[in-house]
C-alpha cells in the first residue's frame, strides 16, 4: 500500500468525523459467559485434607523402651537406661521407606509408655536420661530431619496415656499433656498429621503406684480445647487423626483394608449409652464404610503393621510385597490412606527382611502404575457439560481437570476406543472431590467382538478406586457408566493397568 493511498484515506475518514457522517463500527458478537461448574455436593475436603489425599501412603514408627523389652505395650515401668539403640541410622529407616513408596512418617514421640523421645521440659522420663548420644540426643529432631531431607512429610502422635506419669488420672496431666503437644509443635516444623487414638487408662505404674486408673475419656482430654486452641491455632496444615477425626478418621479395624464401599463423608456416633463421640468411644462398625451423605468430610485411613505387632519382635516376618500390594489395592484402592507400622529394631534401623519387603512392594506398585493403558485412547461421553469439561480430561494424568454433565444429568456413559487390543486387570477411577463425592454405582463393559461384557461394577468412586478384575482382559473398546448418583456427575481419571510381576 503507498503513502499516498494511505494520506488520502486518512484524510477523507478525518473529513468523515468532521462532518458526522463517520461509519458506525460494527457491533462484536456477545461474549459466551464463562460455563459454571458444577455445584458442590455435601460435606467437602479442606485444603489440609485434599493434601493428605495425595500422599496416599505413610508409615508410623514405634521405637521406645518397648522394642528393647521384646513387648507390645510397655507398662511404664522401664528404666531410661533400657533405651539404647546402639546404630541408630534415621535416613536408614527413611530411605527404606521411601523405597517402598511412603510419602510421609509419623513419630510416635510418646507412646503409652510414657517415654519421650524428645528432651522435654515435662517430665524426667525422657530421652536425656537414657545412652542414646550421651544423653544429648533427640530422636524427633533426628527423624523429621531425615525425613525432610529425603523428601518425606512428618507427623506425631503423642499418646494421650501415661503409664508413667504419677501426675496420669488427676487433674495435673491435661496441662502436661497439652504442654508436650505444643512442644512438639513448636520444634519440629509444619506437620502434615497429629496423630491421636483412643488407649485412655487402665494398668500402669503411674510413678510407682502400680495401680489401675480409669478416666471418662468424654471430657479428661478437653479434645475441643486441646485440638480447637493447640493443634488447629499451631499447626494448621496438620491433619488430625483419631477415632472420630476431625479431618481423617480411624477405619476401624488394624487389618489395613477399608470397606469396598467406603464414603469419604462420615457422621462420628457415640459408642452404646454414651452421648458424645471422642478417641476410644466412637462407634466403631461404622468406620469401615463411612457415611453418605455424613457431616463432615473424614475420610479413612487404614493403619496396619508392617509385621504382625506394631513394636520389633525378633520372632516375626514382615508382610510379603504381594500381601502389602492387597492391602494397597483396599485402603488407597477404596478413597483411603494406607498407613504402614514400622518397628525398627534395638540397634535402632529396619530389619535387612523388612527394608526387602518394602522396596519390593514399591516397585511393585511403581511398575504396576507405571503406564495407563487407556492413555491415547479416543473417549466420547453420552453428556458433556461444555466446554472445559469434556471427556478427554479423564486420560491426561491431571488431577486438576474433570469432565462433567450437565447439571440434570446424574447418569452417563462414555465409550473408550483403545489404539489396539490391550491386556489389562485393574480399572482406576477418580472422582474430582473438591466437588464432593457424587457417584453412587458404576460398571465397566468390554467389547467382545459381538457384544458389551460386563467386567465390573461397584458403588463408590471418591479419591480413588482401584477395581481389581477376575481375570485379565483384552479388549480395544470399553464402555463406563456411572448409573447413580443424586447430583451432576464429575470424574477426573480414568486408567486401565496390568499388575506387574
Same mark, same amino acid.
Given at each position: ?16 468525523? @468532521? ?14 459467559? =464463562? $460455563?459454571?461448574?458444577?455445584? +458442590? ?29 521384646? &513387648? ?46 524428645? +528432651? ?6 525422657? *530421652? ?11 530422636? /524427633? ?39 508436650? !503437644? ?8 509444619? $506437620? ?22 480409669? *478416666?471418662?475419656? %468424654? ?44 464414603? %469419604?463423608?462420615?457422621?462420628?456416633? +457415640? ?5 458424645? #463421640? ?10 469401615? /464404610? ?9 475420610? %479413612?485411613?487404614?493403619?496396619? +503393621? !508392617? ?15 504381594? =500381601? ?11 478413597? %483411603? ?18 527394608? =526387602? ?6 516397585? $511393585? ?50 465409550? @473408550? ?21 457424587? *457417584? ?5 463393559? =468390554? ?13 463408590? *468412586?471418591?479419591? &480413588?478406586?482401584? /477395581? ?6 483384552? #479388549?480395544?473398546? @470399553? ?23
Amino acid at each position: 500500500m503507498s503513502r499516498s493511498y494511505l494520506r488520502a484515506a486518512l484524510a477523507l475518514g478525518c473529513a468523515a468525523l @468532521l462532518a458526522g457522517t463517520a461509519p458506525k463500527p460494527r457491533p462484536h458478537a456477545p461474549l459466551r459467559p =464463562a $460455563l459454571r461448574a458444577p455445584k +458442590p455436593y455435601g460435606a467437602l475436603p479442606s485444603a489440609r485434607q485434599l493434601a493428605w489425599h495425595g500422599v496416599e501412603v505413610y508409615g508410623i514408627m514405634h521405637l521406645t523402651p518397648t522394642t528393647f523389652e521384646n &513387648k507390645e505395650w510397655g507398662f511404664g515401668d522401664a528404666s531410661p537406661t533400657t533405651f539404647n539403640p546402639t546404630d541408630f541410622n534415621a535416613d536408614q529407616i527413611i530411605k527404606a521407606a521411601k523405597a517402598g513408596g511412603l510419602k510421609g512418617i509419623i513419630l510416635v514421640a510418646k507412646h503409652h509408655d510414657g517415654f519421650a523421645l524428645w +528432651p522435654t521440659k515435662t517430665t524426667e522420663y525422657n *530421652i536425656t536420661k537414657s545412652p542414646f548420644r550421651g544423653g544429648q540426643g533427640d530422636l /524427633v529432631r533426628e527423624i523429621e530431619q531425615a525425613a525432610r531431607r529425603n523428601g518425606l512429610q512428618f507427623g506425631i502422635y503423642c499418646s494421650p496415656w501415661d503409664r508413667n506419669s504419677a501426675k496420669y488420672g488427676t487433674g495435673e496431666y491435661l496441662a502436661m499433656y497439652q504442654a508436650q !503437644l505444643r512442644e512438639l509443635y513448636s520444634n519440629y516444623g509444619a $506437620l502434615f498429621m497429629s496423630w491421636h487414638d483412643g488407649a485412655n487408662g487402665g494398668d500402669g505404674y503411674y510413678g510407682g503406684a502400680r495401680e489401675k486408673r480409669s *478416666i471418662d475419656n %468424654a471430657t479428661y482430654y478437653d479434645w475441643d480445647r486441646t485440638w480447637g486452641d493447640i493443634t488447629r491455632k499451631m499447626q494448621p496444615t496438620a491433619n488430625i487423626f483419631s477415632d472420630v477425626g476431625w479431618d481423617v478418621r480411624w477405619v476401624g479395624n488394624e487389618d489395613g483394608h477399608a470397606a469396598e464401599t467406603s464414603w %469419604a463423608t462420615f457422621t462420628p456416633m +457415640p459408642a452404646a449409652g454414651k452421648n458424645v #463421640a471422642v478417641p476410644g468411644q466412637s462407634d466403631y462398625p461404622q468406620n469401615p /464404610v463411612g457415611t453418605r451423605n455424613g457431616k463432615f468430610w473424614m475420610p %479413612a485411613e487404614c493403619d496396619v +503393621p !508392617l509385621r504382625k505387632g506394631w513394636f520389633y519382635h525378633p520372632t516375626e516376618q514382615p508382610k510379603t510385597p504381594a =500381601a502389602l500390594f492387597d492391602l494397597y489395592l483396599k485402603s488407597v484402592g477404596r478413597g %483411603a490412606g494406607l498407613d504402614l507400622g514400622l518397628a525398627p529394631d534395638t540397634r535402632g534401623q529396619l530389619h535387612a527382611d523388612d527394608v =526387602a519387603a518394602l522396596q519390593s512392594f514399591g516397585s $511393585l506398585v511403581q511398575r504396576t502404575f507405571a503406564h495407563n493403558l487407556a492413555s491415547r485412547a479416543r473417549i466420547t461421553a453420552s453428556n458433556t457439560r461444555g466446554p472445559g469439561y469434556a471427556p478427554k480430561a479423564l486420560l491426561d494424568g491431571n488431577g486438576q481437570t474433570y469432565w462433567a454433565t450437565a447439571d440434570a444429568v446424574t447418569t452417563a456413559s462414555m465409550t @473408550l476406543e483403545l489404539p489396539g487390543p490391550q491386556t489389562f486387570d485393574l480399572i482406576s477411577l477418580q472422582e474430582y472431590i473438591p466437588l464432593g463425592q457424587r *457417584i453412587e454405582a458404576f460398571n465397566a463393559e =468390554a467389547w467382545d467382538g459381538s457384544g458389551w461384557k460386563t467386567i465390573c461394577a461397584g458403588t463408590s *468412586i471418591g479419591a &480413588k478406586r482401584l /477395581v481389581p478384575l477376575e481375570a485379565p482382559v483384552t #479388549a480395544s473398546k @470399553l464402555r463406563l457408566n456411572l448409573t447413580q448418583a443424586p447430583v451432576c456427575l464429575t470424574l477426573s481419571e480414568f486408567g486401565l493397568y496390568k499388575r506387574a510381576e
